[in-house]
């Protein structure tokens, strides 16, 4: 605890402006503050409020070093990605330490991301050497005909600011293995882990001008890359309402996008012989990150004769959870993000109070001592919550569980399906003709049986529905969003 109190407290205070070119450049009279989410008195730094000038200039040098880099090979090109990821975990301490205090995760969570960023990178990096193309036979005699991958050009990266270092990583990663130029332009609540990540790149030995981060509001920066006549692509992570108001701009241009938006996802319970076992991965997976996670589970679908066990289950689980600022011994959730952020979770928890669902356990803004000077809301536990209430449809993206109980197999999975996200989903049972019916039936991207929702640094990662758009992310299926296919036809 002292020792990050410590070095928090020799490292707050700077300036910071964009990367660009290469270089960093000043961050000019227009700065704006970020602060502690465990502690709002305390600011972290000033970060450049930038507009479209900064935009223009970044995506003319990434233009321009896009014509080289596109040429470099792959294989030298996943080498300087190996490279970056072995910085990321020599880095990890401090990456980790920035990231808890502007983000507010607990160090683990905040370890634990940059170390799974390394992971994604390295993916990405021998990404560099399989990129596909086919053979095929001509109908011609002594022809031949072939296609080709080639890079769609310079990629605004938006990024969040609930996973601020592996989420820029995550499109940085692929851009550059497939041979694109990118622009970064992060959360303007969480930029401080986006600056340390251009020193990772850079120091990794990417060209100038390759990646460059710009760093304003969504409003100012993020519009004018969307707009920018030599962006080609855009991938987004985000709300689904911005998601969608990004692919319509970028529609107007045939700039191809790749979104990862919002989840309700359900973990549905089905049959099981310990449910303290799913008790415990359903609770990792609702509270991590505080619930501020696109994946974070945040429906149990239970059949009633189960309900009440399982909710025992989940009741000592989450008592177990430790609410604390990062920095704070055994700590195992953090605060939310913003004082606006918690005001929106706690007006979700009153809205399904209205709506007549029983409170089991949290509900309440934590404002005692220490708690007082941060965005702390207690794990919040809801039971009897109708299928067709606000909890059990909205998002809530909070630390808020709802158990809606229900009659059969065939209703389970269709409350499962009742929202209009479709991100992922968890289904538990020993029945393996009833997990492959799940597999088969469920309206997500992603279906996880007998575990909670993480996903691997090898799997495509995306949903349907109001939860995604484009190609899915992380995976091989990141060759359909970088790259475009050219034919080649050859006549001897």
Not at 35 to 63: I, T
Not at 122 to 146: H, Q, T, W, Y
Request: hydrophobic share 45%; glycine share 12%; charged share 20%.
């Amino acid at each position: 605890m002292s020792d990050m109190l410590n070095w928090l407290a020799g490292a707050v205070g700077g300036t910071y402006g964009n990367f660009i070119g290469g270089e960093w450049k000043p961050a000019g009279d227009k700065t704006s503050q970020i602060f502690n989410p465990a502690d709002r008195d305390q600011s972290l730094g000033r970060f450049a409020d930038s507009g479209a000038a900064e935009v223009d200039e970044a995506v003319v040098a990434a233009h321009k070093a896009w014509l080289s880099w596109r040429q470099v090979p792959g294989p030298d090109r996943g080498a300087i990605l190996f490279r970056a990821a072995d910085l990321l975990e020599q880095r990890i301490d401090e990456l980790a330490f920035i990231l808890a205090a502007e983000q507010g995760k607990v160090l683990t969570e905040a370890r634990g991301e940059v170390g799974r960023a390394a992971k994604e990178l390295r993916f990405s990096a021998g990404e560099a050497s399989r990129i596909d193309g086919d053979v095929l036979p001509s109908e011609k005699r002594n022809g031949f005909a072939m296609t080709l991958r080639e890079p769609i050009g310079v990629v605004a990266a938006i990024g969040p600011w609930n996973f601020p270092v592996v989420t820029p990583v995550r499109k940085i990663g692929p851009a550059l293995a497939f041979g694109c130029s990118v622009v970064l332009k992060s959360s303007n609540l969480t930029p401080w882990s986006a600056v340390k990540l251009m020193d990772v790149f850079r120091d990794a030995g990417v060209p100038a001008g390759v990646v460059s981060l710009v760093l304003g509001s969504g409003r100012a920066v993020g519009e004018a890359l969307i707009r920018h006549p030599l962006v080609r692509g855009v991938s987004f992570t985000g709300s689904t309402g911005t998601g969608v108001a990004i692919n319509a701009e970028a529609g107007r241009r045939l700039v191809r996008t790749q979104l990862e938006l919002g989840g309700k996802n359900p973990a549905v319970v089905l049959d099981y012989d310990s449910a303290a076992t799913i008790a415990r991965q359903i609770a990792g997976a609702a509270f991590a990150c505080s619930g501020q996670r696109c994946t974070a589970l945040s429906r149990i679908v239970v059949l009633e004769k189960d309900a009440r066990e399982i909710t025992e289950a989940l009741e000592a689980e989450m008592a177990a959870i430790k609410v604390g600022p990062a920095w704070q011994a055994g700590a195992t959730m953090g605060p939310l993000i913003t004082a606006q952020h918690k005001a929106s979770v706690m007006g979700h928890i009153a809205n399904a109070r209205e709506d007549g669902a029983t409170l089991a356990l949290g509900g309440t803004s934590m404002e005692d001592g220490d708690f007082a000077r941060g965005h702390f809301v207690a794990p919040t536990l809801f039971t009897g919550v109708a299928k067709t209430s606000r909890l059990a449809l909205e998002e809530v993206f909070g630390p808020v569980l709802a158990v809606i109980p229900v009659g059969s197999i065939d209703e389970a999975i269709e409350v499962a399906n009742s929202v209009e996200y479709g991100l992922a989903a968890s289904v538990y049972t020993n029945d393996v003709n009833l997990s492959l019916r799940f597999a088969r039936e469920s309206q997500s991207g992603m279906v996880h049986v007998n575990h909670g929702t993480a996903s691997e640094a090898h799997m495509p990662f995306g949903g349907v529905k109001a939860s995604g758009f484009g190609a899915y992310s992380i995976g091989h299926s990141n060759q359909e969003f970088f790259t475009t296919v050219k034919a080649v036809y050859f006549q001897s």
